[in-house]
């Protein structure tokens, strides 16, 4: 075979190979235009939480976005950390406490006597649809928090918008 | 002798691109959470994340499909063979940084090891490898 010929089988081969891709990262891009708005407008991009049948009986957390959230300040706001406190000591948002959602029975009680109920607070974990943010948020308002928001993209989003992150205790 | 290469030609063509179907349907279905998965491996920034999320499964199925039907063989197991290299150097890349964390290949939640998915992948590989030369020699 000449070299002609196999530089031309090669280009078709790679022709193709991104025909492929692009045709199916456009079908991707169109079925999940909504998810990707609202990733890149800042909205939150949808929580399987949110989205429970049933759940429209009972009151449901406002969302704050980044935007939002890093204009407060630390006095305006009492940031909630939802994760375990193994990853909370590894690196969390600026003054946040640590309030992992499977502790809150336990700790609930003294959170009260410690923090007023009308207090705001934002609520956080993992992102991507993490779910403790909104279940601690759910339970924080049933005791009686009146202003309780989730910032849905949590420490991920933070993180990559190059903010401030604390280690270990505050 | 050319039979039973044909046979285990198309064996590996249908076993690779009805892997690469399921792989891109079961994570179809939750974007959202596929997007934590790949957040995991602490590679991409929080909003691409949501794109691979959005389009990775569709690049998976649209090839993945190919095979099966055997139309582009070629190409769709070049694709499938990038996407795989992709794959092992992102699962190494995890290893070498000592974090244990579900690879997110298949299903979202669904428990797979990172050394695990890493030996996997080199057997795909393998089938994309078999797949890609088999069917230069049939011009498919």
Same mark, same amino acid.
């Given at each position: 075979?000449?070299?002609?010929?196999?530089?031309?089988?090669?280009?078709?081969?790679?022709?193709?190979?991104?025909?492929?891709? /692009?045709?199916?990262?456009?079908?991707?891009? /169109?079925? @999940?235009?909504?998810?990707?708005? @609202? +990733?890149?407008?800042?909205?939150?991009?949808?929580?399987?939480?949110?989205?429970?049948?049933?759940?429209?009986?009972?009151?449901?957390?406002?969302?704050?976005?980044?935007?939002?959230?890093?204009?407060?300040?630390?006095?305006?706001?009492?940031?909630?950390?939802?994760?375990?406190?193994?990853?909370?000591?590894?690196?969390?948002?600026?003054?946040?406490?640590?309030?992992?959602?499977?502790?809150?029975?336990?700790?609930?009680?003294?959170?009260?006597?410690?923090?007023?109920?009308?207090?705001?607070?934002? +609520?956080?974990?993992?992102?991507?649809?993490?779910?403790?943010?909104?279940?601690?948020?759910?339970?924080?308002?049933?005791?009686?928090?009146?202003? +309780?928001?989730?910032?849905?993209?949590?420490?991920?989003?933070?993180?990559?918008?190059?903010?401030?992150?604390?280690?270990?205790?505050? | 002798?050319?039979?039973?290469? *044909?046979?285990?030609?198309?064996?590996?063509?249908?076993?690779?691109?009805?892997?690469?179907?399921?792989?891109? =349907?079961?994570?179809?279905?939750?974007?959202?959470?596929?997007?934590?998965?790949?957040?995991?491996?602490?590679?991409?920034?929080?909003?691409?994340?949501? #794109? !691979?999320?959005?389009?990775?499964?569709? =690049?998976?199925?649209?090839?993945?499909?190919?095979?099966? #039907?055997?139309?582009?063989?070629?190409?769709?197991?070049?694709?499938?063979?990038? #996407?795989? #290299?992709?794959?092992?150097?992102?699962? *190494?890349?995890?290893?070498?940084?000592?974090?244990?964390?579900?690879?997110?290949?298949?299903?979202?939640? $669904?428990?797979?090891?990172?050394?695990? $998915?890493?030996?996997?992948?080199?057997?795909?590989?393998?089938?994309?490898? =078999?797949?890609? !030369?088999? *069917?230069?020699?049939?011009?498919?």
């Amino acid at each position: 075979m000449n070299k002609p010929f196999l530089r031309k089988q090669l280009s078709i081969l790679l022709r193709d190979a991104a025909l492929i891709v /692009a045709l199916a990262m456009l079908v991707g891009m /169109a079925v @999940n235009i909504r998810l990707l708005w @609202n +990733v890149w407008s800042g909205e939150i991009p949808g929580s399987a939480v949110l989205n429970e049948p049933g759940s429209e009986n009972e009151p449901l957390p406002m969302p704050i976005s980044l935007a939002e959230l890093s204009d407060l300040s630390a006095d305006e706001v009492l940031l909630l950390d939802a994760r375990h406190v193994d990853l909370y000591l590894q690196g969390h948002l600026p003054a946040a406490r640590s309030l992992p959602w499977g502790e809150i029975e336990s700790r609930l009680d003294d959170f009260r006597r410690e923090v007023p109920l009308h207090n705001t607070l934002v +609520v956080y974990c993992s992102g991507y649809g993490c779910e403790d943010s909104f279940l601690l948020a759910q339970r924080l308002m049933a005791a009686g928090y009146e202003d +309780v928001r989730v910032f849905e993209g949590g420490m991920p989003e933070w993180r990559d918008a190059g903010l401030p992150v604390e280690k270990g205790q505050p | 002798m050319n039979k039973f290469r *044909s046979i285990f030609y198309h064996l590996c063509r249908l076993l690779l691109g009805g892997i690469f179907l399921y792989a891109g =349907v079961v994570k179809v279905m939750d974007p959202v959470g596929f997007a934590g998965e790949i957040a995991n491996y602490q590679i991409l920034p929080y909003r691409l994340n949501f #794109l !691979v999320a959005a389009t990775l499964p569709f =690049v998976e199925m649209l090839a993945g499909s190919l095979l099966m #039907l055997n139309y582009k063989v070629r190409p769709a197991s070049l694709v499938i063979g990038g #996407l795989n #290299l992709v794959f092992i150097v992102a699962l *190494s890349s995890l290893l070498m940084r000592g974090l244990d964390i579900d690879c997110g290949c298949f299903r979202p939640g $669904a428990h797979s090891s990172a050394t695990t $998915a890493l030996w996997r992948d080199v057997g795909f590989m393998v089938l994309a490898v =078999v797949t890609f !030369v088999g *069917s230069g020699r049939r011009g498919t």
